[in-house]
């Protein structure tokens, strides 16, 4: 997508890949400081409604041909708020956790992570059918259900 249809170099693509890593961690930094002043849950969804907003507003405007900047601007926010605040839920879920279940926790998590995978091949063809732009809306769409249990 970034290549074909923003017209981005791969190294381009992989400065801002380098720069989106970075970002996330100094955005972790924030989603703890705002930890404190709201809560670790209450950080949590703002920080990933925050990113659902960003990631539509990036699709939207790609849609509408807004300058490549601006579709750029709200990629790199959605993917730092999107993913800033996963050690907030991972210190929520290891409160919730009994310290002796931990390890078959992180165990059962390993299996979640490995389900992306699906999702990866789902969204494979929703793109091969509409395009990127409309499994970037059926990601965010996902995403705003996934939060919709935590409100």
């Given amino acids: 997508w970034m290549i074909h249809d923003l017209g981005l170099s791969p190294a381009a693509v992989g400065v801002l890949s380098a720069g989106v890593m970075a970002g996330i961690a100094a955005a972790g930094s924030g989603a703890a400081r705002l930890a404190k002043a709201l809560g670790r849950a ?16 990036m699709c939207v405007g790609s849609q509408l041909g807004a300058p490549r ?3 750029l601007a709200a990629y790199y926010v959605r993917m730092l708020l999107i993913n800033c605040a996963f050690g907030l839920t991972k210190s929520i879920l290891h409160d919730c956790v009994p310290s002796d279940q931990r390890a078959r926790y992180a165990a059962v998590d390993t299996v979640n992570q490995a389900t992306w995978a699906g999702s990866a ?31």
């Fill in 42 to 57: 209450d950080a949590t969804i703002a920080c990933r409604f925050g990113g659902i907003v960003a990631f539509t507003a």
């Fill in 69 to 71: 900047p601006v579709v």
């Fill in 121 to 151: 091949a789902a969204g494979g063809l929703i793109v091969d059918r509409w395009g990127a732009v409309s499994a970037f809306y059926a990601t965010s769409a996902a995403q705003l259900l996934a939060l919709a249990p935590l409100l």
